[in-house]
Structure formats: C-alpha cells, structure tokens
Nanobody, 121 residues
Framework: QVQLVESGGGLVQAGGSLRLSCAAS????????MGWYRQAPGKQRELVAT???????DYADSVKGRFTISRDNAKKTVDLQMNTLKSEDTAVYYC???????????????WGHGTQVTVSS
C-alpha cells in the first residue's frame, strides 16, 4: 500500500524558516510530479509548489523567492524549504505525488495526511 508521510511542521516566528519533508513508501513503479499544497482555516486547499520527475519546478506567486521545492528520486522524497515565513503561510501542508503503474494503465494521485505549520507574528 502506497503511503505519503509528511514531517517537519511546527511553530515558528515570522521571518523564520522551516523545512518540510515527505517520503513515499510501498510498491511504487514510477513517480511523476510531486508537490505541496496547503489549506488554511476557512480557505480552500491551494497549490504551493510542484516539481516534475526531471526537476522542473513551479510555485504559487505568494511563495516565489521564499520557498524552494526539491526531490530525491532515489529516496522517493520531496522537500519544501520555507524561508522568510509570514503569518499568512499558516496552514496544514499536504504532500502529493502522481504515481504511474503500467498495471493501472493510468496515473493515480496520492496525498499525505498533512503537517501543521503555524507562523506567529
């Protein structure tokens, strides 16, 4: 059974940094895109950053220049380095991965359970 497990959330003061990590486990044939989303209280889940299997990245405008997404294909992990954190970055952060298996004939999207990031002002 495939699982995505996030770690690294916590409480940090505004201007500080946190690094989130996400590890995929279970039988995985191929991981395509990986990414991070977040959901603040009372708001819809939104894209934070994505990274393709060859390392191309994309970021939400609100985090460009402050957040960096990276992945280790051998370890099946994706990280999110968050710098210069703001109170508006407070949210539950979710890891996501698009997995492919020829037995499925298609890709499937998996999500982690989320990790809380709280930025105090």
């Amino acid at each position: 059974q495939v699982q995505l497990v996030e770690s690294g959330g916590g409480l940090v003061q505004a201007g500080g940094s946190l690094r989130l990590s996400c590890a995929a486990s279970g039988y995985i044939f191929k991981i395509n895109d990986m990414g991070w989303y977040r959901q603040a209280p009372g708001k819809q889940r939104e894209l934070v950053a994505t990274i393709t299997d060859n390392g191309s990245t994309d970021y939400a405008d609100s985090v460009k220049g402050r957040f960096t997404i990276s992945r280790d294909n051998a370890k099946k992990t994706v990280d999110l380095q968050m710098n210069t954190l703001k109170s508006e970055d407070t949210a539950v952060y979710y890891c996501t991965a698009d997995l492919y298996d020829p037995a499925w004939g298609a890709s499937k999207n998996y999500w982690g359970h989320g990790t809380q990031v709280t930025v105090s002002s």
